[in-house]
Every structure is written in structure tokens, then in C-alpha cells.
């Protein structure tokens, strides 16, 4: 088989990975598939120049369908706060397009390096335990959510990770429970990626001429992950409701490691 048919079987395999991590961490899923893609958009011959623009672009588009379906089966199981939601999708608007007009100007090695040493920065902060306090703390009013809002989405679609690998924390930090933050999380998730993927097919559509992509987003991979991860998403949402919050921390934390790793020295 060529690269070019066995990338399809890689997309498929790395939307169902991505799903499960995506509905059990909390983090969309876009931790696994920037990386994935931009090995494998490398490898079959993309122009190197806008290799990770369209990673990240297509992990957006994709993450829409994952969130969505990891955000009911979460809904299900009453882990998410809409009001939260409701809250800070202004900031989140205002976020992403920041985001997208951003990583539109940023070279490819720049957003490379930079998302490797913000993923591994993280998992390092996640390998210590969560205060034993548990009491949820009100979040902050008008205008400090709005301003914490707005640069989550903002650094969330410069590395295409769709939020949840910064707002996980950010509600953990106001001791909201692990998996009330988790699936919070992957709702705010949807608008952050959604609103993203219109960014980057508007900044994209000038640059690309590809003939199978849409802007930054490379139709292939798009389908076949968004395929594979919402089938699997529902699974990774009832195995972050089964297991223990530390072990949930645990895993992230080391899954963040060895993406950042990965980006930074691969």
C-alpha cells in the first residue's frame, strides 16, 4: 500500500485514541491528534511550510464532532455545569478568533516547539496531588472570567487543543470536583474548537490550495477522525466515571509528558 492509503487507516486509528482520551480527560482530544498529524502529514509529503497549521486546523474540525459526543454522554451522567458554560463562551469568542488570526502568522516550527513545552509543562504541574480541600470556590465575576475565558480559547486554538487541557485546571483550581471539571470541560470545548474552525478555514483559504482541504483543514483526516472519535468518545466519557479522580490526574499528567516530549525532541 502507498502512504498516502495507509495515512487513511492512521487517521481512523488515531481519531478512536483521541476519542477515549478526548471523553476521559477532559482535553478534546487534541493533545493526540496535533502530534499524530503532524507526523503523518510529514511523512506523506505535505508542504512543510503549513504542516502545522493544517494539524492543528483539522484537529479542530474534528474535535467538534469528538466534544460533542463525549459532552452528552458526560450530560448523562449530570458531570456538566451549563451555567459555566454559559459564562464564558463570550471570552471563549473573542478567544479564538485571537487564536486562529495568531497561529496564522506564527511559522510551523514556532507553534511545534511551543505547543511541546506547554504540554509538558502541564503534565509536570499535574503530577502533584490535588489539595485534599474539596470545597467548590465561587468562579470569579465580570471581568476576570471573561479575561481567563478569552485566553484559554486564545492559547487553545494557537495549539489546537480544543481547552481542555488548560480549563481542566483552571476549575480545578476552584475546587470544583475532577469530574465536574472534566465534563465542564469538554462542553466548553465544543464552542472553543467550533468557533476555531471557522478562523482557520477563513485564514487558511488564500495559503492552502491543496484541492482536498478546506482552509487549514485536510478533508482526509477530518472524516476519518471525526468518525473514529465519536463512536469512541462515549467510552472514554464512562471510564473517567469508573475510575478514581487521582488516577485520572495521573494519567494526564503522563500524558502530557510524553506528548510535550514528543514535539519537542522527535
Known amino acids: 500500500?502507498?502512504?498516502?492509503?495507509?495515512?487513511?487507516?492512521?487517521?481512523?486509528?488515531?481519531?478512536?485514541?483521541?476519542?477515549?482520551?478526548?471523553?476521559?480527560?477532559?482535553?478534546?482530544?487534541?493533545?493526540?491528534?496535533?502530534?499524530?498529524?503532524?507526523?503523518?502529514?510529514?511523512?506523506?509529503?505535505?508542504?512543510?511550510?503549513?504542516?502545522?497549521?493544517?494539524?492543528?486546523?483539522?484537529?479542530?474540525?474534528?474535535?467538534?464532532?469528538?466534544?460533542?459526543?463525549?459532552?452528552?454522554?458526560?450530560?448523562h451522567k449530570n458531570a456538566v455545569m451549563w451555567a459555566v458554560v454559559k459564562r464564558m463562551l463570550p471570552g471563549v469568542a473573542i478567544g479564538s478568533m485571537l487564536g486562529g488570526l495568531t497561529a496564522h502568522y506564527l511559522s510551523g516550527v514556532v507553534l511545534e516547539i511551543f505547543f511541546g513545552i506547554f504540554a509538558f509543562a502541564l503534565g509536570i504541574h499535574h503530577l502533584k496531588p490535588l489539595n485534599p480541600q474539596v470545597k467548590e470556590r465561587c468562579l470569579p465575576g465580570f471581568p476576570l472570567i471573561d479575561f481567563f475565558s478569552s485566553i484559554i480559547a486564545w492559547i487553545s486554538n494557537i495549539l489546537g487543543i480544543g481547552g481542555g487541557i488548560l480549563l481542566v485546571p483552571f476549575l480545578n483550581a476552584y475546587r470544583i470536583h475532577e469530574?465536574?471539571?472534566?465534563?465542564?470541560?469538554?462542553?466548553?470545548?465544543?464552542?472553543?474548537?467550533s468557533f476555531g474552525v471557522l478562523f482557520y478555514l477563513f485564514f487558511g483559504m488564500e495559503d492552502i490550495g491543496l484541492g482536498i482541504s478546506l482552509g487549514y483543514i485536510y478533508l482526509p483526516a477530518f472524516f476519518l477522525l471525526s468518525i473514529?472519535?465519536?463512536?469512541?468518545?462515549?467510552?472514554?466519557a464512562k471510564l473517567a466515571h469508573s475510575m478514581p479522580s487521582n488516577t485520572l490526574r495521573k494519567i494526564y499528567a503522563f500524558a502530557m509528558i510524553l506528548v510535550?516530549?514528543?514535539m519537542i525532541f522527535g
Not at 469530574?179 to 474548537?193: E, L, N, P
Open 228 to 236: 473514529g472519535s465519536y463512536f469512541a468518545a462515549p467510552y472514554g
Open 1 to 75: 500500500m502507498t502512504p498516502l492509503l495507509i495515512s487513511y487507516f492512521l487517521y481512523l486509528g488515531v481519531g478512536i485514541v483521541a476519542g477515549i482520551a478526548g471523553g476521559m480527560l477532559g482535553i478534546g482530544g487534541g493533545t493526540i491528534t496535533v502530534p499524530a498529524l503532524f507526523m503523518i502529514f510529514k511523512w506523506i509529503g505535505l508542504p512543510q511550510n503549513i504542516i502545522m497549521q493544517l494539524a492543528i486546523g483539522t484537529s479542530l474540525a474534528a474535535m467538534v464532532i469528538n466534544t460533542s459526543s463525549a459532552a452528552r454522554a458526560h450530560h
Open 179 to 193: 469530574k465536574k471539571a472534566i465534563g465542564t470541560s469538554v462542553a466548553i470545548s465544543i464552542f472553543i474548537s
Open 260 to 262: 510535550g516530549s514528543l
